[in-house]
């Protein structure tokens, strides 16, 4: 069975400071990697989706960049955080066109 | 471009009562059309997917049709329970592409005793 694992699950951090979250996902080969942001009360946002490793397209820029180093990797980073990168972050991924599955998540807080 | 609506923000039903959350689109090719429900604090679970032969989907007790002539894919419960107040996303995809969900506000869902 697939296992989606986002880490960290929570994080605290001052702006202006670097940001890495990662996402891997067990038990498929190949598939569509996703990030997506939800703002508190928000909807989801998508920002960045990856079709096949090394390859990464960007849907929003909110001064984030993400890269797919592994076919089971999925990395979101920034160098400079900003007070208004803080809510949730999904990672996500499906086959093909079918439906996505999401992660478990990670909180950020910047403060 | 592609655009999802969803009209109500706020539900507020009484336990029993049926549910229904609109939700029209506007695609420029034939889509794929989801129903995502998202409980405090997790992330969001698949619940309904469209189907392309007209079948209906069911899950949970809810179920949506989509009506092609009305761009729409309304959710349905015939009666509510608690469990199930939660934020509710409709979301859309094209055919072909892969690549790209767009989803609506959402639908806040409360259901009380």
């Known amino acids: 069975a697939q296992t989606i694992h986002q880490w960290p699950v929570a994080e605290i951090k001052a702006v202006g400071s670097p940001l890495s979250l990662g996402c891997t996902i067990k038990?498929?080969?190949?598939?569509?990697l996703y990030w997506y942001w939800q703002a508190t009360g928000g909807t989801l946002q998508q920002l960045f989706y990856?079709?096949?490793?090394?390859?990464v397209e960007s849907v929003v820029q909110l001064n984030l960049s993400a890269s797919r180093p592994k076919d089971d990797q999925f990395i979101l980073s920034t160098e400079k955080l900003l007070l208004s990168h803080s809510g949730f972050y999904l990672c996500?991924?499906?086959?093909?066109?079918?439906?996505?599955?999401f992660g478990p998540g990670t909180r950020l807080t910047v403060l | 471009g592609d655009s999802v609506t969803q009209t109500e923000g706020l539900v507020t039903l009484t336990e029993g009562l049926p549910v229904m959350l609109n939700c029209t689109y506007q695609?420029?090719?034939?889509?794929?059309l989801f129903w995502y429900v998202q409980h405090l604090n997790e992330a969001p679970k698949l619940l309904l997917k469209?189907?392309?032969?007209?079948k209906r989907p069911e899950h949970q007790g809810f179920h949506a049709t989509l009506h092609k002539s009305s761009s729409s894919f309304h959710l349905q419960k015939s009666s509510a329970q608690l469990s199930d107040s939660a934020l509710y996303y409709c979301?859309?995809?094209?055919?072909?592409?892969?690549?790209?969900?767009?989803f609506g506000k959402g639908a806040k869902l409360t259901v009380s005793p």
């Open positions: 695609s420029t090719y034939s889509p794929f």
């Open positions: 038990g498929k080969s190949s598939p569509n």
């Open positions: 990856s079709i096949t490793v090394g390859q």
């Open positions: 469209s189907f392309t032969d007209n």
């Open positions: 979301a859309l995809s094209e055919q072909g592409t892969g690549s790209k969900l767009s």
């Open positions: 996500a991924w499906s086959l093909g066109d079918a439906e996505q599955f």
